[in-house]
């Protein structure tokens, strides 16, 4: 096994922008841009000094909006820009600039721009009393239908609206790759609810009316007598005449 450690010692030349979170941001939601102080090469070198950092949109019809200026400590190499949003969904050109430190050459990125997606609830609309739905999505969706996996570590809730119980269970999820599971809920009296999915900074998806029934019952319809069996089943007399059921009707409620 090699393992190799590239030195931060050195004199830094230029800044670079290394990373974009998520990858492709959204309109409106927030992302975060990662500046480095570099070589020539692109390996991160530690600034002398203080050094102020600057970012700027210099491609694009929309607003870049947070805080754009931040510093690079002396002796470390880098700065997050967090919370930064964007307001139009196009490719746009970032610049980061550095002053009133290290001398270093300015940075560029093109960023894809994605429009926010919408909610969607991926539900089954009946169950029945004390019996847990069966397992149901929240999705971010995009313009297409697709589901927009950069939508990832939000909050999506389910808010009963109206009905005539409660309903148990966890109503709050994450988000991974655009989605978010439910399981476990349950409904505490039969009637018709309806309930709502909600994503964080997403907004709403339409109401959904849900269906919940009496907890189901069974009852034996024909239950014939007893009919001779084959083959040993418990205890075989010496007649082969051990008994048992060989057909039911039963109804389920």
């Known amino acids: 096994i090699n393992i190799t450690r590239q030195s931060t010692v050195g004199t830094p030349t230029k800044l670079t922008i290394t990373a974009v979170t998520p990858q492709k941001p959204m309109t409106g939601l927030p992302f975060s841009i990662t500046v480095r102080s570099t070589d020539a090469t692109g390996a991160p070198k530690n600034v002398s000094q203080a050094t102020t950092v600057t970012l700027s949109k210099t491609i694009g019809t929309g607003n870049l909006m947070g ?31 550095a002053s009133l ?38 999705e971010a969706h995009r313009a297409n239908g697709e589901i927009e996996t950069n939508y990832s570590n939000y909050d999506a809730t389910i808010t009963k609206i109206s009905g005539p119980g409660n309903i148990t269970g966890v109503m709050t999820k994450k988000t991974s790759n655009g989605v978010a599971s439910f399981d476990g809920l349950v409904f505490s009296a039969p009637g018709t609810y309806v309930i709502r999915a909600s994503a964080q900074l997403l907004g709403d998806a339409p109401d959904q009316e849900i269906v919940i029934n009496a907890a189901p019952t069974h009852g034996e319809v024909i239950i014939p007598r007893f009919a001779k069996g084959v083959g040993n089943v418990d205890e075989v007399d010496e007649n082969n005449s051990t008994r048992v059921p060989t057909y039911a009707l039963v109804t389920v409620n």
């Open 67 to 97: 805080t754009l200026t931040g510093t690079i400590p002396a002796g470390l190499n880098y700065i997050v820009f967090n919370n930064l949003t964007y307001e139009t969904a196009q490719n746009i050109t970032v610049r980061a600039d």
């Open 101 to 138: 430190g290290d001398v270093l050459g300015f940075a560029t990125k093109q960023i894809t721009v994605l429009a926010k997606p919408t909610v969607a609830l991926n539900i089954y609309p009946k169950g029945h009393v004390g019996i847990a739905l069966p397992t149901f999505t929240v």
